[in-house]
Structures are given as structure tokens and as C-alpha cells.
């Protein structure tokens, strides 16, 4: 079979190639159950022909809402797909009222979802949906219909010949899905991606993924499929015949990393971090030679650098390797890792540094959702393809320029159609076919630096330019800081609003025979006020006087995706925040 040029050739082209028994894979009450190629080949046409006779045609649309990533919504998605409708993803976290803009805006007829939880939020709005014919759901729920009688309807092959004529009628330039960002201020966009747009995407970013062929290829999947990184990633595995595994959640990600082993697994920073942290502390709370050798094994990996530093290092990493690394692999249940896709947000360099060394490789990859997503990504799988701080080598096709202002334009075929129904908002950022992504960048001997977000930069009351995501980014290399915000638009000095790692201060607390009691009493403590400033000042030392954290606030509660103040991607919201807690930072500066 030729390269896949639409997102339903995909499993197709598995079939042909690479068939597998165990293609899809989802755990069940406790149980994992297996999709086939060929049976997930088959259930697809069943919904293909089941939606045909729901009345659905080419260019209406179908909406999906599911609260973990499962097997019945790519079922879902290339059964839409192949009878040219389009297929409108909605995260689940989204509000009700953004559900009825979505799908009111989106004109979808029907909508499939996962639970009881979701069905009642679409159910609240659904007399405000005219357009909206039925609520479908994949677990049963109790007075729902179910999608099982889709499936159903489509048993019967009599209109086989039609499908095939809808298939053969779909142009890998015709839209394919319809995906509303979650934003962080106003309505949800609507951006309009076409087949080629993710279809290219997915085949330029197999080359910076390890390929294996000569046994199982198992990958983990558990960010949001409704995001397009996760959802560009399952046609990528896809075409390269690997195991998808569907983790239950994010809560129980160690053990199903645990029980799969997987080769590969996409992640956002905020995930390693998590990972990161809880290594060193428990490495740290092991006292005596124990953690003398763990400090020592820590240090050795902040050294490390993509094409080795030779000499005495090789024998130091050898050796932390064999002593330590191979224990956290082994405890992670990363025993056979080969790449973490990490994206979403900026890395942190020692975050970088810390897990290669590990033999735990991450690469670091830029890109948005009008670009279906990757711009660029780091790899080892060539030499000189990975340089740490920067989010990699632009993919094959795929072009980059810097504005005179900074910011990075992009253009290939990648690149979005534009926002659905909003041409001024399309005008607004596509421009000669090169799209304006808001972020400001560099590109240094190939390799493109984000250095911040052109929205986010403010300006102080001195007249000097702040970009927030550089000073949070490098704050969170202090191990009692969880989230931070910074603040100070219009005023003298750039401030804080700050997360403890609240774990960290227990364990803090313990060593120096403080009491720890709640994290609202904690973040009173002088003693435990005085550690953190400490790391602040130190990490302040970076930046220039007018970007120095002078004041911070701290907070007992983390920043939540369900209290809108993270997009699902764990992206801060940043109007929403200051909102919240408006009377907190205007307490600083008064």
C-alpha cells in the first residue's frame, strides 16, 4: 500500500504492512482487552455504515468527549473520518457553557461520549443545542443510548459500495477535524486541520522516533487524545505497527508504566518533573553513604551533554549509571525506555540533562495546534540532533523564519486551514501562508530556542521588557517550588504568586525537627518561608535587576485544570489566576 495522505489510511496501511494482534489496548474493570488491526479495521467500517444510516454526510460533523484516552474513540474518529464528516474533539474539563458554544458553533449532530459524568453536562445544555440529534456514550449509563447500537446498525453491509465511493471521494486536502483550544482568554477557536496538515505531520516526526521492527513496539498513551499532540502520535504509532496502551489515568500513570514497559511515551514537563522530584527525594532521604552517593550521582548528570564529554566524565557516568540510574529505571518500570516525546511547555535544562543521563532519553519538541503540532523536536537518533535548551531541528518540510520582532513564523503543510468561521482571527495570525505562533524565538546552528511568549511579555513601570515563562521555568529548578506565576505588568518590579512543593516541605520539615502541620499554616512558617526565598535569591542571580522576583505570595492550594486555572495541557491560565486572586498581588504593590 502507498504512504497514508489521509488520517484513515492509517490503520489501513497497519493492516498491509505490519498487522497486529494487539494493536489497541485498554484495561477494563481491571482487565486489558485487545483490538486486532483487523478488528479494529472491521468495527470502523461498522460505524462508518452505522452513521451513514444515522443520516451523517460528508462535511457534518460528530463530536467527541471522553474523560481518558480508549479504544472506542479512534474507533470513533476513522469511522468518521473515512465517510468525509468531520469529527470535533472537545476536552473533557471544558465548562458546560463551552460545550454549548463548541457544539452549537461546530454544528454537530451527534455527540459520543465516554461517561455518566460527561453525558450529564451535555444532557444540561442540550435544549440550547438545536442542531444536536443524539448523545451517544461508551460506558453504559443509565438512559442513554449507547454506541454499541451504531455499531449495530452497521452489521449490515448493503451499503458497502457507498462507503467505498465516500472513501474513494476524500482528499487528503479536505478538512478532517475541528479542534477548539481551550485557550486562556475569550471563546474557544476553532482550528480547522485538514488531513495532508496531520498526516504529514506524523509521517516527518517517525524519523526523530526510535523504530523498531523486529519485535513488539510498545507505546504508552495517556495525555489527552482530544489534544492533537497525543492524537498526531497515534497515527505515527500507528503507521510504524506499535502496541498503543491506554492508561486508566493520570493517577495510576506509575503503575501502568509500570505494566506496559513501553518503548516510547509522550509527556509534558510538569509529568517529569513530578517523576524528577520524587526520585530525588526519596534518593535524599536515604541519609548517610546512600545519599552521599545519590548527591554525588545527581551532580555527575547535570554534567551531561548529547555527544558525551569524554575522559574522566565517561567513567563518572558509567558509574552512576550502574549504581543509581539503573535502580530508578528499573523501579519506574523504564527498564526498556527508548523516548519520551516531551512537549506542551518548555523543559527545564537540568530536566534534560537529568533523565539522559538516566539512560531515560527525552526529546524536547515544539509546536501548536495550527501547526497539527510539531514545528521542530530533538532526537538521538542521529548524531548532532540534540542540543539542550532548544526544542530541536525543524521537521523535513517544514520551514521557520524569526520576525523582526522575534517572533517565530512558520509555514508548511502543517500549517492550519485557519479558525473555523472567524476569517479576522485567520487574518490575524496566517499572513502570506506563514503563520504567526505568538512565541518568540531563536534559531542558533539549526536548532530553534523559544524564549517566550509574545503575549505574555509585560512591561514594568520602568519601561523594561519581563518574559514570565523564562523566570518560572528556571524557578522550578528548586525542589519546594510546585507552581508559580509571575506577575508585575505596569509595576516597578516583577513578583510571585508560588505553589510549594508541599511534599518537599514535609520532608524539609522532618530533617529539621519542624512540625509539619497544614499546607495553610506552612506557607506562614517563617522557617520554611526563609528555605524557599533562599532558593529564589539564588536562582534571581540569573537575570538582570529588573526581572528579579522582588515579592512573593504564597499559596495553599495548586492550580487545577477542573478550577480553570491549567489548560489540560497543565499550561498556566493566566488571566483567569490574576482574577482569582487579584486582591493578592494588589496587596504586594500597595
Known amino acids: ?115 455518566d459524568e460527561i453525558f450529564q453536562k451535555v444532557s444540561s445544555i442540550k435544549d440550547k443545542v438545536p442542531g444536536l440529534i443524539e448523545t451517544y456514550t461508551f460506558e453504559d449509563v443509565q438512559g442513554a443510548k ?13 451499503n458497502d459500495a457507498d462507503l467505498d465511493a465516500l472513501k474513494a471521494g476524500v482528499l487528503d486536502t479536505d478538512l478532517a477535524t475541528l479542534i477548539y483550544t481551550s485557550g486562556t482568554t475569550g471563546l474557544p477557536k476553532g482550528v480547522m486541520l485538514t488531513h495532508r496538515n496531520i498526516a504529514s505531520n506524523a509521517l516527518g516526526s517517525c524519523e526523530r522516533l526510535p523504530v523498531i521492527t523486529d519485535k513488539e513496539y510498545r507505546c504508552l498513551s495517556f495525555l489527552p487524545v482530544c489534544h492533537i499532540y497525543e492524537r498526531m502520535l497515534h497515527y505515527l504509532y500507528m503507521y510504524n505497527s506499535a502496541n498503543i496502551y491506554f492508561a486508566e489515568s493520570l493517577e495510576t500513570i506509575k503503575e501502568d508504566i509500570f505494566f506496559v514497559k513501553p518503548h516510547v511515551f509522550s509527556a509534558v514537563p510538569r509529568l517529569l518533573e513530578k517523576f524528577h522530584d520524587g526520585i530525588v ?29 569524554g575522559g ?39 530536566l534534560a540533562r537529568f533523565f539522559n543521563a538516566a539512560e531515560i532519553p527525552v526529546f524536547e519538541g515544539y509546536g501548536l495546534t495550527e501547526t497539527s503540532p510539531v514545528v521542530s523536536v530533538n532526537t538521538m537518533n542521529k548524531p548532532g540532533m540534540l542540543k539542550i535548551g532548544s526544542v530541536g531541528k525543524l521537521l523535513k518540510d517544514v520551514e521557520v523564519k524569526i520576525a523582526e520582532d522575534g517572533e517565530i513564523l512558520c509555514k508548511g503543510p502543517n500549517v ?29 546552528n539549526g536548532f530553534l530556542r523559544i524564549t517566550d511568549r509574545k503575549k505574555e511579555i509585560f512591561k514594568t513601570s520602568g519601561g523594561k521588557y519581563v518574559a514570565p515563562q523564562l523566570i518560572e521555568n528556571a524557578m522550578k529548578a528548586s525542589l519546594f517550588i510546585e507552581q508559580i506565576i509571575v506577575v508585575g505588568e505596569s509595576q516597578k518590579h516583577p513578583s510571585a504568586l508560588i505553589v510549594p ?18 499546607p495553610a499554616e506552612m506557607i506562614k512558617n517563617e522557617k520554611v518561608i526563609q528555605r524557599i526565598q533562599k532558593d ?32 489540560p495541557t497543565l499550561k498556566l491560565k493566566r488571566k483567569p489566576i490574576m482574577a482569582k486572586y487579584a486582591d493578592i498581588i494588589a496587596s504586594i504593590y500597595e
Not at 534571581?540 to 480553570?564: A, C, D, H, M, R
Open 1 to 115: 500500500m502507498n504512504q497514508p495522505t489521509r488520517l484513515f489510511d492509517f490503520p489501513y496501511y497497519q493492516l498491509a504492512n505490519r498487522p497486529l494482534e494487539k494493536m489497541l489496548n485498554t484495561k477494563i474493570n481491571g482487565e486489558w482487552k485487545s483490538y486486532s488491526t483487523q478488528g479494529f479495521i472491521d468495527d470502523l467500517n461498522k460505524i462508518s455504515r452505522g452513521l451513514m444510516r444515522l443520516g451523517v454526510k460528508p462535511g457534518e460533523k460528530v463530536a467527541l468527549i471522553s474523560h481518558n484516552n480508549r479504544m472506542e474513540w479512534n474507533v470513533m474518529d476513522h469511522g468518521i473520518l473515512q465517510i468525509g464528516a468531520i469529527d470535533v474533539p472537545i476536552y473533557p474539563t471544558m465548562t458546560p457553557d463551552d460545550y454549548e458554544y463548541i457544539l452549537n458553533h461546530s454544528e454537530a449532530k451527534y455527540c459520543f461520549v465516554s461517561n
Open 146 to 158: 449507547n454506541w454499541t447500537e451504531v455499531l449495530d446498525l452497521g452489521e449490515d453491509k448493503s
Open 281 to 309: 527525594a526519596k534518593g535524599k532521604s536515604a541519609g548517610g553513604v546512600k545519599a552521599m552517593i545519590f548527591n554525588w550521582t545527581v551532580d555527575t548528570a547535570l554534567e551531561w551533554e548529547p555527544e558525551g564529554k
Open 312 to 350: 574522566w566524565y565517561n567513567w563518572k557516568l558509567k558509574m552512576a549509571r550502574k549504581l543509581v540510574f539503573s535502580k530508578v529505571r528499573e523501579a519506574l518500570g523504564l527498564t526498556e525506555i527508548m523516548a519520551v516525546a516531551s512537549g506542551s511547555a518548555s523543559l527545564q535544562p537540568r
Open 416 to 444: 492550519m486551514m485557519g479558525y473555523y468561521k472567524d476569517e479576522e482571527k485567520t487574518n490575524e495570525v496566517l499572513k502570506d501562508a506563514w503563520f504567526h505562533t505568538g512565541d518568540i524565538g531563536v534559531i542558533e
Open 501 to 518: 512543593s508541599f511534599d518537599s516541605v514535609k520532608t524539609w520539615c522532618k530533617r529539621h525537627s519542624i512540625e509539619y502541620t497544614t
Open 536 to 567: 529564589i535569591e539564588s536562582i534571581n542571580e540569573q537575570f538582570g535587576q529588573w526581572e528579579q522576583i522582588k515579592k512573593v505570595k504564597y499559596l495553599p492550594e495548586l492550580f487545577t485544570v477542573e478550577s480553570g486555572e491549567l489548560t
